[in-house]
Each structure stands twice: as structure tokens, then as C-alpha cells.
């Protein structure tokens, strides 16, 4: 466990640079954490204090240097499910246990498998995360309450409905004020956060107007006492199938985020293990506080990098500037429009769709825009992990079609240097030799089978196996299949150029191993001789 604790090394490149980054990060981070909070179903404060919470503890435990966590999109949209179902108690317990499974998992050394997700699945998970997240925000935007409908396109509907029924155009325009000041302001001024900004003046106008809208509401102005009064462990059973959900897209987003944030800087390289202990760490202790389950957040982190970050303080500092205003600001932030927060994560789920990665992938070909458009329908229409779950099959159903499709079965001389008067003599002897190239798996097995139980009539088959670069159970039980239909006809095989990965799977057959061609053609002509077909 020792190499999951910080040490001297972490804070080695600490600069001012990162106490200007963390401020930066903090003021981005700010109303974005007020609105997962809100959108998560345990109110703002909870935004708040997880990413106090856990912002502070996955910057000192995490894998990267670079990292920010707290409160996101993608952690919100399956938290409200959870919160209808089980209550503020039974997100927190949920929390706790995802914490304790992410910790288990750094030390099953998992982390290094995310980077077998594909490139579509990720952008897929992304836009229907994006979209899941629009659509959360629509009741506020319009100013109608929230519907008990749980899935999102329907809630969303019926908040239309609701709206129609009885217009307010006054949290309509809040919500339309602060999208458009942060799209353009990010297309004028990409590094500067305009969200902040576009809070203080919405809120500020509609103070001033009185605007008949709703808002935060009293916020407390110190973190709550740490307590575990909501761990309820009759329920843990009931709660195990969400928090593995949690845990499963808390590791997922921050390895991501933390690639994503490696790729925008030169020196940086995250630890994958230490990274999900991190922030299991960091969930197991910000549900004492009161806190949602927290993730590494991309745009955050992006945030980060772009200021100039170089350390682990930037992190931290982010955390302590949101507890600054906590504890200074809190009556002041109560006044902020829930309606304005809506139109924060309205501006972020626009701006989390990369138009420029979907038109590569799109024109990459038609297996990654099948994959990327199905794991973004299954986001919406499903949960999150089961549409991660859907792209990962997907992709590599895709996959192993375009592998199995590499994979050959090519006659080929016998010996090396052999021209055409000797390859000509050897099959007068009822000698032939194919080679197998690329993998032997089921998605090529059966291709193999009917190639090779049509060779014409020859006494001895000599399969090179030198260039076999895999093999699963399926290839090696069509092989059995092909060896009996060819011995049925009389036909003898014979095996040559075996690698060692691949003879444990291949001693099942019972077959003649050899190490050289020629020494399988010299028992070949062996053979011929004892049945008097050679002289």
C-alpha cells in the first residue's frame, strides 16, 4: 500500500504558476459544482462540499499531477436515479461502498486496462452524457418544477408541457443569458472562464428586477461535522449493484481525464493504479461530509493544464479557494437563480461534444460511427454503464471481423529458395505445404475450415505455423475438425514452426510437431516411402 501514499516527489515542481491555476480552475469549478449538486437531487451544498472534499484529497492521493475532481455531469446522471429510489442516505452509502470497490481495484492493479477502451466509445459516452445532461436542465431553464418522470427525455417533455401550459419567460431568459455570454465568450476568449461572470450578472439582474425565480436557498458557511449516521447496513445488499455502477464510471472518467490531461502536457504521465486509489479515497470520505460520489472532472482538469499547472498544488489550491467560499460567500451564493445554474450546464454539455473528433471518427469509417452513434443512444436511452458496456462489445465485435479478416491460408514452397521445377516435383511426391498467416480465431475459424478441407487429393499436409499470431478455442477446434476430415480422406498432417504461446492450446490436437519444415518434409518423405509411393 506504501506506493499509493503521497511522498516528497508529488510536490517536487510546485510554482506560483499553480496558485494562479487552482484560482482559475476554482472560478470555473464554482457554479458547476453548485449545479451537479443541484441536478444530483442533494442540493448545493453537497456540489460544494465534494468538491472541497474530494477535490483536496485525489489532488495529494490521486495518480496525476494534474488532475481535478469533484462533483460531474456524468457521476450526476446516474446519481438521480439512485437519489429517487433510495433516498439522499442511500447516495451517500452508495458513495461510501464505490470508494471501497475503487480502492480494491488500485490494488488489483486495474487501472492500466482503460487503455483498451476505444477512441468511439469514449466520444459516444461523451455525447450521450452531454445530451442526458441538457435535458436534466430543462425543467429549471424553463422554470417549472421538477417531473417525478425518471428517464430524461420524457421528464423533459413533460416539462414542456408544463411550461406551455404556463409560460415563464423570466427563467427562460436567465438560462438563454448565460449560454450564449459563454459560448461566445469561449469562442472569443478561450482562456478565459466566463462562466463565473455570467453568474455574478444574471443573479445580480435578477435581484435587482425581483424576478419570480427560484433559487438555491441557505447554504451552511462551514463544511458539516463528518458523521456516517446515514450508513444504514441492512441496506448495503440493495445498494451494491449502484455503487458498482458508480465505481465503474468514477474509474472510467478519471483514467480519461487523466490520458486526456498526460496528451496536453510534456512531462506529465499519470499512475492509473494510484489514481483510482485516489479517488476512492476521496470517496469514501467526502459521503461523511455529506458529499455526492465524485469523479476526475475533464473540463476541469483541462482548465487546469491550460493555465499553467505544473504540480499538484493547483489541485489543492482549487479545493481551499472553494472553501474560502464556503465559508465567506455562502449567504450570497444562496441568491444565486437555480434557472442560471441551468444555464451553466446547458453552455457545458454543448461545449463537452468535440465536433472535430466526431467528424474524424465519422469519416474513419463506418464501424467507429456505428459504434460511436449506438454507445451515445444507449447512454440516453440506457444507464451510463451499460452503454459503456454496449460500445466495448460493439467495437470489439468490429474488431475482431477486421483482425479475422488479416488472417490467410497460402500455399507455399516447402523450402526456402525452392523454385517451380522443385515445387512441382514435390507434389508429384504428394507433398504440400500451406502457411497460416495473422490469427486462427473463431471469427476466422471457420473461413480456414473450408479452405482447407478443399486442398486436393495429396498424401501429406504440411501446416507452417511460424507466422500464427493467435489463437483461441474456437481456432484450435476447427483445426481438430479439419485434421479428421483430412485424415478421413488419408491425407496425414503434419505441423511445423509452432511458437511456444501457441503449443499448449495445439498439444490438444495430437498432431506431429516440428520444429523445421525440413524436418517435417524429410518425415513426409518417410512416410511416402513406407507406402510405396516414392522409390
Do not use: C, K
Not at 109 to 126: D, I, K, L, N, Q
Not at 201 to 207: D, E, G, L, M, S
Not at 467 to 487: F, M, N, P
Request: charged share 15%.
Amino acid at each position: 500500500m506504501t506506493v499509493f501514499l503521497p511522498a516528497r516527489a508529488d510536490w517536487a515542481g510546485a510554482t506560483r504558476r499553480d496558485l494562479v491555476a487552482g484560482v482559475t480552475v476554482a472560478i470555473v469549478a464554482l457554479p458547476l459544482a453548485l449545479g451537479f449538486g443541484v441536478a444530483s437531487g442533494l442540493g448545493a451544498a453537497s456540489g460544494l462540499v465534494t468538491a472541497v472534499v474530494a477535490g483536496a484529497l485525489a489532488a495529494v492521493f490521486g495518480g496525476s499531477s494534474l488532475q481535478v475532481s469533484g462533483p460531474t455531469g456524468a457521476m450526476t446522471v446516474v446519481l438521480v436515479p439512485i437519489v429517487a429510489r433510495y433516498g439522499v442516505d442511500g447516495v451517500l452509502t452508495v458513495g461510501l461502498l464505490a470508494g471501497i470497490l475503487l480502492v480494491l481495484l488500485a490494488v488489483a492493479r486495474a487501472g492500466r486496462y482503460m487503455r483498451y477502451v476505444p477512441v468511439p466509445v469514449v466520444e459516444g459516452f461523451t455525447i450521450g452524457i452531454a445530451a442526458v445532461i441538457a435535458l436534466q436542465q430543462v425543467p429549471a431553464a424553463l422554470g417549472v418544477a421538477a417531473p417525478d418522470e425518471d428517464h430524461v427525455v420524457l421528464g423533459a417533455v413533460e416539462a414542456f408541457a408544463d411550461f406551455a401550459a404556463a409560460p415563464r419567460w423570466e427563467a427562460v431568459a436567465l438560462a438563454a443569458g448565460v449560454v450564449v455570454v459563454m459560448l461566445l465568450g469561449a469562442r472569443w476568449r478561450p482562456g478565459v472562464p466566463f462562466s463565473l461572470p455570467a453568474v455574478v450578472v444574471a443573479t445580480v439582474v435578477a435581484q435587482s428586477a425581483a424576478l419570480p425565480v427560484a433559487t438555491i436557498g441557505a447554504l451552511p458557511a462551514a463544511l458539516p461535522a463528518p458523521s456516517l449516521g446515514f450508513l444504514d447496513f441492512g441496506a448495503l445488499w440493495s445498494l451494491l449493484p449502484s455503487a458498482v455502477a458508480v465505481a465503474a464510471l468514477a474509474a472510467l472518467e478519471s483514467l480519461l481525464s487523466a490520458a486526456v490531461a498526460d496528451g496536453m502536457s510534456v512531462n506529465q504521465r499519470h499512475d492509473p493504479d494510484r489514481e483510482l486509489f485516489g479517488q476512492g479515497l476521496a470517496n469514501l470520505v467526502a459521503p461523511l461530509f455529506g458529499g455526492v460520489p465524485a469523479t476526475a472532472a475533464i473540463a476541469r482538469t483541462a482548465v487546469n493544464v491550460r493555465s499553467g499547472a505544473t504540480s499538484r498544488l493547483a489541485a489543492l489550491t482549487h479545493a481551499v479557494v472553494l472553501l474560502l467560499i464556503v465559508v465567506v460567500a455562502a449567504p450570497w451564493v444562496a441568491g444565486v437563480p437555480l434557472a442560471v445554474l441551468a444555464g451553466v450546464l446547458l453552455a457545458t454539455a454543448i461545449r463537452m461534444v468535440e465536433v472535430g473528433s466526431v467528424r474524424a471518427l465519422a469519416r474513419a469509417g463506418r464501424s467507429d460511427t456505428a459504434v460511436l452513434a449506438l454507445t451515445a443512444v444507449a447512454t440516453l436511452v440506457l444507464d451510463l454503464v451499460t452503454a459503456v458496456i454496449v460500445g466495448l462489445v460493439l467495437a470489439g465485435v468490429f474488431a475482431l471481423r477486421a483482425v479475422s479478416r488479416t488472417a490467410r491460408l497460402e500455399e507455399v514452397p516447402l523450402e526456402p529458395g525452392d523454385h517451380r521445377e522443385e515445387e512441382r516435383a514435390l507434389l508429384a511426391q504428394h507433398i504440400v505445404a500451406y502457411r497460416l498467416d495473422g490469427p486462427l480465431l473463431f471469427a476466422a475459424a471457420h473461413r480456414f475450415l473450408l479452405e482447407l478441407t478443399e486442398i486436393a487429393p495429396v498424401a501429406v499436409v504440411i501446416l507452417r505455423m511460424s507466422r500464427l499470431s493467435a489463437v483461441d478455442a474456437t481456432g484450435v477446434q476447427v483445426l481438430r475438425d479439419a485434421v479428421r476430415r483430412l485424415e478421413h480422406r488419408g491425407i496425414t498432417v503434419l505441423v511445423s514452426g509452432v511458437r511456444d504461446e501457441h503449443r499448449r492450446a495445439l498439444d490438444t490436437l495430437d498432431l506431429r510437431v516440428f520444429d523445421h519444415t525440413p524436418d517435417a518434409i524429410d518425415h513426409a518423405r518417410a512416410l511416402l516411402r513406407e507406402r510405396d509411393l516414392l522409390p
